[in-house]
């Protein structure tokens, strides 16, 4: 399985500076090749098109755009690019699906961020021998602590959020509040206790434990070194954990549904409790909207995942289907190519099952798949295999009815990922990119799809 390098995190504003130099990389020959910039099998879409003609004229308040993908969307960027291409375009609708990755213990988006005073267990699909019921968000987290919190904190970068709906099989199991203070979670220094031995001293216990003598003084109230067999210390932990400060009052946010809640004008602290008392919570995800016309994106990514990894799970295609897509974009197909025992026989397979899992559950509509981007093995082998890999992908989607963009031809393919990461666009690992290589990307696919709309519409 491929360890995935979490991206450094380098903001959202976009300086004047930034899109000149990115308007000179649309044009480097090294990296892009324009010629493959184009959406093939452009009727596929249609549907969607047809929708957002609606859109325009005012004839329909929202279009739904899910993304289903793996690092590359689970990664802020790619994602943040086509949706803000999107909503420009055509309107803000709001921020759409939204998961508490680093509660799951991963990365994930930095405009909306998650803190937890409880542990949860979590799996990813591609962890996950099928048996863990996983939905919507490719991650099962769920907890059985009844006094659960997470806190969800709004950055004054995103949009209004008016109105939050509950991803779960059972969303009735919980409430969003607000706080009467801020920033209620504080970091405690975690202990466990240990019984002095004879010939024991402060300075060998504190190599053993990893921490220093006067920690251990300090966390037990002690003034000298002194010790006796038998005695009781505490001693610290490199780990905290979060506790909630005292004499907090939570208010309890409108829900006639017990799904979806109204949030206050310019609220940016909400907090996720029990509504019932139960023996387990499971949390598959957040809808954030605006109340606003325009396009509602709902990017889905799990890091290291393959087509056969979502194939798994029921509940994921149930609950994406619940969310009634009028475009289906797709973003996988990097890490099927790091296997060696994987074939592109299999990988025609692995596309067919999620076809019709999507088929069976009505979900008929606009499908767009990319091919995935360059990338490189070991950060020393042009990765070849990526490259049949996006042939055998252009060739299945014209067979069923998909769209397809050659985000891997239009990047110059995987030989030239060598160049990408000496442009600094991409990172170490040289398979995923930075910032402004996915921004990039994600700005070379948005206008395709807008050039495919405009012939559309003529």
């Known amino acids: 399985m491929i360890k995935y390098v979490i991206l450094v995190l380098i903001g959202f504003m976009v300086t004047p500076l930034f899109s000149q130099e990115l308007d000179e990389l649309q044009i480097n020959p090294l990296l892009i090749d324009r010629s493959f910039q184009e959406i093939k099998n452009p009727l596929v879409l249609n549907g969607f098109f047809k929708k957002v003609e609606q859109l325009e004229h005012n004839k ?48 994930g988006a930095v405009d909306v961020r998650f803190k937890a005073s409880s542990e949860w267990k979590s799996v990813r699909n591609v962890k996950s021998n099928g048996t863990d019921n996983i939905g919507l968000s490719g991650i099962n987290l769920e907890t059985t602590d009844k006094e659960f919190l997470i806190e969800i904190n709004f950055k004054e970068s995103i949009e209004n959020v008016t109105e939050i709906k509950i991803i779960s099989p059972h969303p009735e199991r919980f409430k969003i509040s607000v706080a009467n203070k801020a920033n209620i979670f504080r970091k405690v220094a975690s202990t466990q206790t240990y019984k002095v031995k004879s010939g024991d001293y402060l300075g060998k216990i504190a190599v053993k434990f990893n921490t220093t003598v006067k920690n251990i003084q300090r966390i037990n109230g002690m003034k000298n070194v002194n010790l006796r067999a ?3 210390l505490k001693i610290p932990s490199n780990n905290s954990k979060t506790k909630v400060n005292s004499n907090v009052d939570f208010t309890d946010l409108y829900t006639n549904d017990g799904v979806k809640f109204q949030i206050p004008n310019g609220t940016s602290q909400l907090y996720l409790r029990a509504a019932q008392n139960n ?5 598959d995800g957040l809808l954030l909207a605006n109340g606003n016309k325009g396009i509602h ?3 889905i990514g799990v890091n290291g995942t393959k087509f056969s990894d979502y194939n798994k799970f029921p509940r994921f295609f149930d609950q994406m289907a619940a969310l009634n897509p009028d475009l289906i974009l797709i973003s996988l197909g990097t890490n099927e190519s790091f296997y060696d025992t994987y074939t592109e026989e299999q990988l025609k397979i692995d596309m067919d099952i999620f ?9 008929t509509g606009s499908v767009l798949i990319t091919s995935p981007p360059p990338s490189m093995k070991k950060g020393t082998t042009i990765n070849s295999t990526a490259t049949a890999y996006a042939y055998e992908i252009g060739v299945f989607a014209n067979l069923n009815s998909w769209a397809f963009y050659d985000l891997h031809s239009v990047s110059k393919t995987s030989t030239a990922m060598p160049d990408w990461y000496d442009a600094k666009l991409t990172s170490k690992d040289k398979i995923h990119f930075l910032e402004k290589g996915y921004q990039l990307q994600a700005e070379l ?14």
């Open 60 to 107: 329909r308040d929202q279009v739904t755009v899910i993304q289903i993908g793996d690092s590359h969307v689970q990664g802020p960027y790619f994602p943040q690019y086509i949706r803000q291409g999107l909503q420009n375009k055509w309107g803000n609708a709001g921020r759409g699906f939204v998961f508490p990755y680093r509660v799951a213990g991963t990365n």
């Open 445 to 458: 696919l948005v206008e395709s799809i807008i050039n495919a709309y405009s012939t559309y519409s003529k």
């Open 297 to 299: 994106y709902h990017a």
């Open 279 to 283: 023996n387990k919570y499971v949390l």
């Open 230 to 232: 038998g005695q009781s």
């Open 355 to 363: 076809n019709r899992e999507m088929i069976n559950r009505g979900m």
